[in-house]
């Protein structure tokens, strides 16, 4: 089992910038999951956002946010970050961390393959 904990959420400008975390704890380090992020609009499904291999080599992003967010982890913090630059009003929704526990160091799971999820944390862009 893995607990997720997701922090950094909050209102920002059209075009500013969050840096959004997650924090995994548990029998497990993180370095056993593979990690991915998503987001939800009220009345709308979970959109996947981006994921990242267990190593952190192989990354993988949706359409609406390459070239503006990135994500990486630090290991040995247990740690997934998402860096979110050029903010759109679009981008406003609750994002929630995701991990898959994974023997391939190079996985990086289809958006319906994660099996652990964060209580999420909201983000708010104002236009």
């Known amino acids: 089992q893995v607990q997720l904990a997701e922090s950094g959420g909050g209102l920002v400008q059209a075009g500013g910038s969050l840096k959004l975390s997650c924090t995994a704890s548990g029998r497990r380090t993180s370095s056993d999951y593979a990690m991915g992020w998503f987001r939800q609009i009220p009345g709308k499904g979970r959109e996947f956002v981006a994921g990242?291999?267990?190593?952190?080599?192989?990354?993988y992003y949706a359409d609406s946010v390459k070239g503006r967010f990135t994500i990486s982890r630090d290991n040995p913090k247990n740690t997934v970050y998402l860096q979110m630059n050029s903010l759109k009003p679009e981008d406003s929704a609750v994002y929630y961390c995701a991990a898959r526990i994974t023997d391939y160091p190079d996985y990086v799971p289809g958006e319906y393959d994660y099996n652990y999820w964060g209580q999420g944390t909201q983000v708010t862009v104002s236009s």
């Open positions: 990242i291999s267990r190593e952190g080599f192989r990354t």
